[in-house]
């Protein structure tokens, strides 16, 4: 967001922390563009700081100061008003000044603003046209200065002129930034000496240019660096975009131990690989839709620290679970283990670090950024020899090292090193922890049994429950490299997380020094052994187990005597079977008890809770009380009871005065909060989620901060709730009785979003939060905004959302005066009759909603129609009236509107589009499908120079225009289920798509040959990713049109795989746009296909080889594997083609003397039509298809085949149709194949023109 300060007062750089800083105008992009580009940039695993928060005043926090510094890129997005906050121009000052002192890379980005306004001060970038509060003279001259530096710079540019969408736009800046981080990856592998040489072996090994699926495994002890260089692989491989997903799953070991552990973690990757959260695999084995999803999606994958060979089998299996081009990595400490699925030539060994490398590895521990003295080089070296180059060794010594302030210091902490054998590695280590002081020895050994992995957040609160400095302790561990902080996020997720990370080696260390003390339970063994056998020596301090792992455990625990444990502070219990435990005795110890499945209905009578902290329990037993009167928790911080269903009342927390926590989601039978919770003046989150029979909520505590009440039974929210000026959440979702919202002053200051959908018997408001950018209204019964002055109250509202609001008629005309809405959701509203007029009074619409960019009106069945002159709103891009059935006249367009892309009037009775629609210069997608009335396509249709996509399906047209010839860019046409549609003219040369399904009265199709040809040299710049053209259901065509349409399947076949060759082969000119190259090597090369399908039972006469069924073997000439293949066309007659068929492809090349190699392939849902039944007579079916699969996979990408191919003399190929219900559909009456030559091409050209 945005940011303050001077630069002139710069600290030194920072270690970085972030990929990218995100610098915006939040009113302009925050939910549109910025939130589109983060989203990417997050994808693609570059970690990105945004500011979430809205500006408050003009100064900004340090720790945005410090995000810029510790940022290695800094995307500036100069929008319209970026230069009308204060906030924003320090913040570039800032950045700028960063780059000046140590480097950092500045990306500008002008959004729909011309760089030179912003060069030259024009518009709203001029400073002096408006007064600036509070902002000096010299202040004010840094502004311009730096707006100038930044115009001048080379960034990106985007406007809806530039025929670009957005989102390619947005791939484009994704990729220059991945561009710019793999130049800054050698600098960030400074720190990881010797390893960039290792990155290339692992990266040959991987054979990234060759197709199939390639394993690879790194075979080490611990310590060694296993890890480390299989993440540096990662993040390389990962940036450089060669692959649509990836996944590392770490501590593959330790995380299948647990209940369930494996079957969690192939959860993870496949969640990862398909960026789908909601997969939930249950089943031995993964289904086929999964697992078709998988066999399309070019992975990269890391399996880090496998240990057994079920690890292998459960997330590898065999290499056809993923797609051809996919790459795995495998580290393990055994090297057998990884022989069981890798080739051995494949796997390498990490050996410790050169005499050179280790010594510079030290020093950088020892001695931070600062050059060590001659006087200790010597005994630096002598420490190295003595190690032996193991890195984590090298770290943490050199850390141990780094609070010796003399010489003498260092001799005698090097004595206490050579006490140690080295082949007791971990006691080395152990020097590191006997450093630490009691507090920080304390928090070590918790992480090392419970923390790994960990948020960082949820552990410092652990530790300060139990009296633990958790903050300062976790930095310590941090500079002695006992520990690291990692940021991460889920591919479908876009908030950062700091979770704690500890090496292997240091965790078994921590953990053995536990085992010794006996103060920290967490093996399931020890856990039993101590509770069956204690003694009460007064050791343990912490226990930590699944209840769940063995049954034993439960009469363990039936029999435990707790009180005996009287230093035991931290307790840990997971199970979610029935227990028979009827009683327990827990120490009065206790500060921190969680447990998940507790068996008791409330705690322990003699269990006085006074030391308890955070108390975390989820039951079904619970209720209807969890302590008497008598049990007194006045340290309590953390309540989570959360699916307590018997819980009838709030334990009391009158005197728990430091309460700052209390979560009660999904507690059904509680009734009521108390009204003393006012005076819990800690309480800062209350989370009353699914609590169905809580009606009314008291006065609440002054510093709430976050209070969520959705689906709960409240009818009226209280106006201290709404005049609550620290309440930054406010959920009221789903409250259906909720009537209204209370009518005094609201003072809340939520962030970003207000919503209250689903508020069923909601019908009026007052007055919204002032800084809601999102409004949602969805399912409420609101009939009209009365209270105008509330939508102009709420500035910066950027999308409102009234979806479903069946009640609602009309809109006030003051939503135009909305300067910062974006989009207009009213789907759904039944009885919505009349959209707001555009009043001429208002001189300055194009200046008042500028940001307008979307109107859905889905389904609103009573509108009739739009405002006359919708053409005002200049930077509309998406118009959608699909459904509206009432609509029928569309206005006409009386000035150019050069933003609007997508224009749908599917399923209304719009007869035809005026002349005048030639004003939307911008358009690239037209629907008039379903639209009943419409029986005449006009000429001006076509004259539309964007068109790219136009529906007519199901309309009454009988032809289409013969100037369609001439829409150059119209990519995709639909005609499915023109039941009157008799001829089809030539079509336009880049046509990728036609679906003419269920045309049942076509006759005639006319050759498109002229246009293919004449398109043929330029095809490859343009959107040759696939075409598709399919005429199912078409049982009246002639035999003069199935002869045009298998004459036209052959030259587009033939131009495909011309581009496709040329394109792989590097003989044509590389557009000029980093994001088209992009498109065409990670598409074009990997994904070209041609697909047609029309009625008939004849496999074309241009294929040379046909054969009865579903195989057919073939010949090859001696000179076949030529350097002007082309591929294999491929036919089939299907008796019947299933909605979601695919076909197997296997082909079985042999040598004369007789060597065989087999290639199989997938072809998926390339004859499907959406959303069409297909009728009975629809039987007998033609499919022509080429595939650069085959291209790729079987010839071109083969390198180290191609002596073998050389020698082949026969081919068998062999097709089955499958779908999702039954694998092997018995459809196949006959299948072709023809062997495509690019001199052949040349020939058909020159005979077809």
């Excluded at 309309?955 to 289920?977: E, G, M, R, V």
Aim: glycine content about 4%.
């Amino acid at each position: 967001m945005d940011s303050s300060s001077s630069s002139s007062s710069l600290p030194a750089p920072l270690q970085t922390k972030y990929d990218v800083f995100l610098s915006f105008r939040g009113e302009d992009t925050r939910d549109a563009f910025t939130s589109h580009l983060h989203a990417a940039l997050l994808r693609k695993n570059i970690d990105t700081y945004i500011d979430r928060r809205l500006e408050r005043g003009d100064e900004i926090a340090p720790a945005l100061l410090k995000a810029i510094e510790r940022s290695k890129i800094a995307l500036v997005i100069f929008s319209e008003d970026y230069a009308s906050s204060t906030w924003c121009l320090k913040e570039l000052v800032h950045i700028l000044g960063c780059k000046k002192s140590h480097g950092q890379i500045v990306i500008p980005i002008f959004y729909r603003i011309d760089p030179s306004y912003v060069r030259k001060q024009q518009g709203t970038y001029a400073l002096e046209d408006r007064p600036l509060k509070r902002s000096s003279r010299d202040e004010v001259a840094n502004w311009r200065a730096a707006l100038e530096e930044a115009a001048n710079m080379s960034g990106f540019h985007y406007s809806s002129r530039t025929g670009r969408t957005e989102a390619d736009f947005v791939e484009e800046v994704v990729q220059d930034v991945l561009t710019k981080l793999n130049r800054e990856s050698s600098s960030d592998l400074r720190g990881l000496f010797g390893i960039q040489r290792k990155i290339e072996k692992i990266e040959s090994l991987l054979c990234l240019d060759t197709p199939g699926v390639c394993c690879v495994g790194i075979w080490g002890m611990g310590g060694i660096g296993k890890t480390t260089l299989a993440d540096a692989v990662f993040h390389r491989q990962w940036q450089s975009s060669k692959f649509e997903a990836a996944c590392f799953l770490a501590n593959v070991r330790e995380k299948s131990e647990k209940t369930d552990g494996l079957n969690e973690l192939r959860n993870t990757l496949v969640r990862e690989l398909l960026k789908d959260k909601d997969v939930n695999i249950n089943t031995p084995s993964i289904p086929p839709h999964i697992q078709d999803r998988l066999r399309r999606t070019k992975a990269f994958i890391v399996l880090d620290d496998a240990n057994a060979r079920e690890h292998l089998e459960v997330l590898v299996g065999d290499h056809d679970r993923f797609c051809q081009g996919s790459r795995i990595i495998i580290t393990a400490r055994e090297k057998g283990l990884l022989e069981q699925k890798v080739d051995p030539a494949k796997i390498f060994s990490v050996e410790g670090l050169g005499s050179d490398e280790a010594l510079e590895l030290f020093h950088s521990h020892a001695f931070g950024n600062k050059s060590p003295t001659t006087d200790y080089t010597e005994l630096s070296r002598e420490v190295v020899d003595y190690i032996k180059g193991i890195p984590l060794a090298l770290k943490v010594m050199g850390s141990s090292f780094r609070g010796c302030k003399s010489k003498q210091e260092w001799e005698v902490q090097w004595k206490k090193v050579k006490r140690v054998q080295i082949r007791e590695i971990q006691k080395v280590l152990r020097i590191s922890y006997d450093g630490l002081d009691d507090n920080e020895n304390e928090i070590f050994l918790d992480i090392a049994c419970f923390h790994k992995g960990c948020k960082r957040n949820d552990v410092e609160r652990m530790l300060d429950s139990c009296d633990f400095f958790g903050e300062a302790g976790i930095n310590e561990l941090v500079d002695r490299s006992l520990i690291s902080i990692s940021y991460s996020c889920t591919s479908w997720e876009d908030k950062l997380e700091a979770r704690i990370e500890m090496h292997d080696l240091v965790q078994e260390m921590g953990r053995a020094i536990a085992r010794e003390q006996r103060s920290r339970l967490f093996m399931t063994k020890d856990v039993y052994q101590v509770l069956t056998n204690y003694e009460g020596d007064g050791h343990v301090q912490a226990i930590s187990t699944d209840l769940y792992e063995i049954q034993r455990l439960h009469s363990a625990l039936e029999h435990a005597n707790f009180e005996k444990m009287y230093q035991l502070r931290f307790l840990c219990v997971r199970s979610f079977r029935k227990s028979s435990i009827v009683s327990l005795d827990l120490p009065n110890s206790l500060r921190f008890l969680q447990w998940h499945g507790y068996p008791l209905k409330s705690l322990p009578s003699k269990f006085s809770a006074q030391n308890l902290v955070v108390l975390d329990i989820s039951s079904d037993k619970v209720g209807p009380q969890l302590w008497n009167e008598d049990q007194s928790p006045v340290n309590l911080k953390r309540i989570d009871l959360h699916f307590c269903r018997y819980l009838t009342e709030v334990p009391n927390l009158s005197r728990s005065l430091n309460i700052e926590h209390l979560n009660l989601p999904g507690c059904e039978s509680l009734v009521e909060i108390p009204s003393y919770f006012q005076h819990l003046s800690k309480l800062t989150y209350l989370n009353l989620s699914r609590c169905y029979k809580i009606k009314n909520l008291p006065e609440m505590p002054c510093n709430l901060e976050f209070l969520d009440l959705s689906w709960t039974r409240i009818e009226e929210l209280p106006s201290s709730v709404w005049s609550h000026e620290k309440i930054s959440h406010l959920d009221i979702r789903n409250c259906g009785h909720l009537k209204s919202l209370p009518s005094n002053s609201c003072k809340l200051k939520l962030s970003n979003s207000f919503s209250l959908y689903g508020c069923k018997s909601l019908c009026e408001m007052w007055e919204l939060p002032r800084n809601t950018t999102v409004l949602d209204l969805r399912g409420t019964t609101i009939k009209e905004l009365r209270n105008t002055s509330i939508i102009e109250s709420v500035v910066g509202l950027t999308a409102i959302k009234l979806i479903n609001c069946k009640s609602l008629v009309s809109l006030p005309t003051n939503i135009w005066k909305l300067k910062s809405l974006e989009s207009l959701h009213l789907s759904g509203c039944s009885k919505f009759q009349h959209f707001p007029e555009i009043s001429e009074a208002m001189k300055h619409l194009e200046e008042s909603v500028v940001g307008l960019t979307a109107i859905k009106l889905i389904d609103c069945k009573s509108l009739v129609s739009l405002p006359t002159n919708i053409w005002k709103l200049k930077s509309l891009e998406s118009l959608d009236l699909s459904g509206c059935s009432k609509f029928q006249h569309f206005p006409e367009i009386l000035e150019a509107m050069k933003h609007l892309e997508f224009l749908n009037l599917s399923g209304t009775m719009v007869k035809e589009v005026p002349p005048s629609i030639g004003n939307l210069v911008a358009l690239r997608k037209l629907d008039l499908g379903d639209s009943k009335y419409l029986e005449v396509v006009q000429d001006y249709l076509f004259r539309l120079t964007s068109l790219q996509e136009l529906d007519l399906s199901s309309t009454k047209i009988k032809s289409l225009p013969a100037s369609i010839k001439q829409a150059a860019h119209l990519s995709s046409l639909f005609l499915n289920d023109c039941k009157s549609l008799e001829s089809l003219p030539e079509l336009p040369p880049l046509l990728q798509c036609l679906q003419a399904h269920g045309c049942t009265s076509l006759t005639t199709v006319s050759s498109s040959s002229t246009a293919i040809i004449q398109g043929w040299e330029e095809y490859i710049f343009y959107r040759g990713l696939y075409e598709k053209h399919v005429f199912s259901d078409c049982r009246r065509l002639d035999e003069n049109a199935r002869s045009n349409i298998m004459g036209d399947a052959q030259l587009r076949i033939l131009r495909m795989a011309t581009a496709s060759s040329k394109f792989k082969d590097d003989k044509i000119e590389q557009p000029s746009y980093d994001s088209d190259n992009y498109y065409f090597e990670g598409f074009l090369r990997k994904r070209s296909s041609v697909a047609i399908r029309f009625c008939g039972n004849e496999i074309p006469k241009w294929f040379s080889h046909k054969s009865e069924g579903c195989s057919i073997k073939i010949e090859l000439p001696r000179d076949w594997f030529s350097t002007d293949f082309l591929g294999f066309a491929l036919s089939l007659v299907v008796d019947f083609a299933p909605w979601d068929m695919k076909v197997r492809c296997k082909y079985n090349f042999k040598t004369s003397n007789g060597e065989s190699h087999e290639v199989s392939h997938y072809l998926y849902n390339l004859f499907t039509t959406d959303n069409i039944l297909r009728s009975e007579e629809d039987s007998h079916g033609v499919f022509v298809w080429w595939s650069n699969n085959v291209f790729e996979e079987v010839v071109k990408g083969a390198q180290s085949l191609t002596a073998f191919y050389k020698l082949v003399t026969e081919v068998n190929v062999s097709f089955t149709v499958m779908d999702f219900f039954d694998p092997e559909l018995n459809l196949l009456e006959k299948c072709g194949i023809c062997l495509l030559y690019g001199k052949d091409a040349e020939m058909i050209k020159q005979r077809a023109l």
